[in-house]
């Protein structure tokens, strides 16, 4: 099975300054990985630049245009205390957004089944009108919505097992009876939001918060039992994965402690949720990871998940 990856070299421009934990080595310690492994059936493809059209699924004229308009020619410019801009923080987040939205384009053109978008900035904190959280355009949901208005999927599953929660998908598809968003996360942790009772209009929200210290038994119960069933019960026609790695134990920003099978398995149990629903097709969209080298081993165990045990 191929996994056709969309990347580009934006993602290691874009540089929210000294320190910042989301930074360029992130991206770099993914492609380390990705050499050394040299994982079998991976395409490499270039990340588009998103529409405004595309980008306008999710966000207003006047949010796309607050974010491209005060990217900054030198220097940063600081959005929130979290969320900083670099000169090539625009196109990076631009083709964040873009190679989502051409992950889902590979999927139904029947070049692939399983495609990933291995960008940053990551998206899923950003709502529809304020940039947060290291997120600037939400690239899941823009990519969601890219699928049901261009290959006319209609019911779409949303799985988010970044170990902070996806307020900014939440609140995208809080009033969509047609998107099941489910989280896993730490709680409490930031964005303070994810309670399980924050369940959506129609009931459409699984959130399902994990104190730390959560490991990979506990956490494969909840995933299993809850996450998974839902997901088979509602039987979308595209599995979305917003593929945070930072619930990894080794990661700095949080205190789960999963390890890089949890990711292969919940990769591989997404597949079959996927084969039985949707004919084999999932989306994958690079979120959070923090921890250089767990992140870049977390990733090839999250596409061998993805080809069915062997990339």
């Known amino acids: 099975m191929s996994i056709h990856v969309f990347s580009h070299a934006s993602a290691a421009a874009h540089d929210p300054g000294p320190g910042h934990p989301e930074g360029p080595v992130r991206i770099q310690a993914i492609e380390a990985a990705l050499a050394e492994a040299s994982p079998r059936g991976i395409v490499r493809l270039e990340a588009p630049r998103a529409s405004r059209d595309q980008l306008r699924l999710a966000h207003p004229d006047r949010y796309i245009d607050h974010i491209l308009d005060n990217v ?11 969320t900083v801009m670099s000169p090539a923080s625009g196109d990076a987040a631009l083709r964040a957004a873009g190679g989502a939205c051409a992950a889902v384009d590979a999927v139904f053109s029947n070049a692939t089944r399983r495609a990933f978008s291995l960008m940053r900035p990551p998206g899923h904190h950003a709502e529809p009108e304020e940039a947060m959280g290291f997120c600037l355009f939400n690239s899941i949901a823009i990519a969601a919505l890219h699928a ?5 999927v209609q019911r779409i599953a949303i799985f988010d097992f970044d170990v902070h929660h996806g307020n900014g ?3 995208i598809f809080f009033d969509d009876p047609d998107t099941l968003y489910l989280s896993t996360h730490q709680m409490p942790l930031y964005p303070g939001t994810g309670a399980r009772s924050e369940t959506g209009s ?70 079959e949720l996927a084969q039985r629903h949707s004919d084999g097709a999932v989306v994958s969209v690079l979120e959070g ?23």
Request: hydrophobic share 40%; proline share 7%.
């Open 72 to 82: 900054p020619s030198t220097g940063y410019a600081r959005l929130d205390g979290d």
């Open 202 to 271: 129609h009931r459409t929200i699984v959130n399902r918060p994990c104190p730390p210290g959560t490991g990979s038994k506990a956490w494969r119960q909840v995933v299993e039992n809850e996450i998974l069933t839902a997901i088979d019960g509602f039987a979308p026609g595209l599995v979305m994965l917003s593929a945070g790695f930072d619930a990894h134990e080794l990661d700095p920003l949080a205190q789960m402690e999963l390890v890089e099978d949890d990711f292969r398995w919940a990769a591989e149990r997404s597949v």
């Open 148 to 152: 049901r208005a261009v290959h006319g």
């Open 169 to 171: 998908t939440q609140a």
């Open 289 to 311: 990871g923090y921890h250089p080298p767990a992140l870049g081993r977390s990733v090839i165990a999250h596409l061998e998940g993805l080809a069915g045990g062997s990339a």
